[in-house]
C-alpha cells in the first residue's frame, strides 16, 4: 500500500490510538495505514473494551466503529467523554445517513466513512492530534 507520509508531521510520533473496530480485517487495515508512523496501536474489539482499556491506559486518539456487538460506539463514546471530554474520538461508519449523521455531530469529534480513503484518514487523524 502506497501512502503519502509527507502529510505526517513529526507530532504523530509515539502516539497511543485506540482502534475500536469488531472487525478485525478493518482493524488490519488501520494498522497498515499507520505502519511507519511509529504510533502504538491498541485494539479494542467492542465498546465495552475499549472502555475499559481507555479508563487504564493514556490515549490520544480513539477510531471508534460505531456498530460494535456487545456495547456499540455511540455508548462507549458517551461514558469515554464522560471521563475525559476532551479526547478526540473519530466516528468509523459505513452509514452516511440522516439519523447517523445526527449521532456523529452529536457525540464524535468527526468520522471516517467505510470504505476507508487512506489520505483523507491520515489527514483526519494528523488534524485531531495536532490541534
Given amino acids: 500500500m502506497t501512502v503519502n507520509k509527507s502529510i505526517q508531521p513529526n507530532l504523530l510520533l509515539k502516539k497511543t490510538i485506540l482502534i475500536a473496530?469488531?472487525?478485525?480485517?478493518?482493524f488490519e487495515?488501520?494498522?497498515?495505514?499507520?505502519?511507519?508512523?511509529?504510533?502504538?496501536?491498541?485494539?479494542?474489539?467492542?465498546g465495552k473494551i475499549a472502555v475499559e482499556i481507555f479508563k487504564n491506559t493514556p490515549i490520544d486518539l480513539?477510531?471508534?466503529?460505531i456498530k460494535m456487538p456487545e456495547m456499540n460506539g455511540v455508548t462507549a463514546t458517551k461514558l469515554i467523554k464522560q471521563i475525559n471530554n476532551k479526547i478526540p474520538i473519530v466516528a468509523l461508519t459505513a452509514?452516511?445517513?440522516?439519523?447517523?449523521?445526527?449521532?456523529?455531530?452529536?457525540?464524535?469529534?468527526?468520522?471516517?466513512?467505510k470504505p476507508i480513503d487512506i489520505e483523507l484518514t491520515l489527514k483526519t487523524i494528523n488534524s485531531l492530534l495536532n490541534d
Avoid at 21 to 26: L, V
Avoid at 62 to 65: A, C, G, K, P, V
Avoid at 95 to 113: A, M, P, R, S
Fill in 95 to 113: 452509514h452516511n445517513d440522516t439519523k447517523t449523521n445526527i449521532l456523529i455531530k452529536q457525540f464524535f469529534d468527526t468520522v471516517i466513512f
Fill in 62 to 65: 480513539i477510531l471508534m466503529d
Fill in 29 to 46: 487495515l488501520l494498522s497498515e495505514i499507520l505502519d511507519g508512523f511509529n504510533v502504538n496501536l491498541i485494539h479494542a474489539a467492542n
Fill in 21 to 26: 473496530e469488531d472487525e478485525y480485517m478493518n
